[in-house]
Nanobody
Framework: QVQLVESGGGLVQPGGSLRLSCAASPSIVIRYVMGWFRQAPGKQRELVATIDSGDSTYYVDSVKGRFTISRDSAKNTVYLQMNSLKPEDTAVYYC??????????WGQGTQVTVSS
């Protein structure tokens, strides 16, 4: 059974930083393409960033230059470093493995609120 557990969300002022973590089990999952999505109130869930098995990354335009996705295989964890946060980054952030043996898995989400 695949488990993705997010942590690191919270309340931060505009311009601040947060680092989200996604701990994955079993350990083999971390080698697959993994991504971060977010969903703001009243909006559809949107893709934020992905990292593939070769550590190539993708970012949605709105976060380029501010967010960094990375992977630590020794800790079975994917990170999302978020800098220069804006109020419009406020959302629930979800970790996702889109295709592990034919199935997509999601974490439970972690709330990020950017407000003064």
């Amino acid at each position: 059974q695949v488990q993705l557990v997010e942590s690191g969300g919270g309340l931060v002022q505009p311009g601040g930083s947060l680092r989200l973590s996604c701990a994955a089990s079993p350990s083999i999952v971390i080698r697959y393409v993994m991504g971060w999505f977010r969903q703001a109130p009243g909006k559809q869930r949107e893709l934020v960033a992905t990292i593939d098995s070769g550590d190539s990354t993708y970012y949605v335009d709105s976060v380029k230059g501010r967010f960094t996705i990375s992977r630590d295989s020794a800790k079975n964890t994917v990170y999302l470093q978020m800098n220069s946060l804006k109020p419009e980054d406020t959302a629930v952030y979800y970790c996702n493995v889109p295709n592990y043996r034919g199935t997509s898995y999601w974490g439970q989400g972690t709330q990020v609120t950017v407000s003064s």
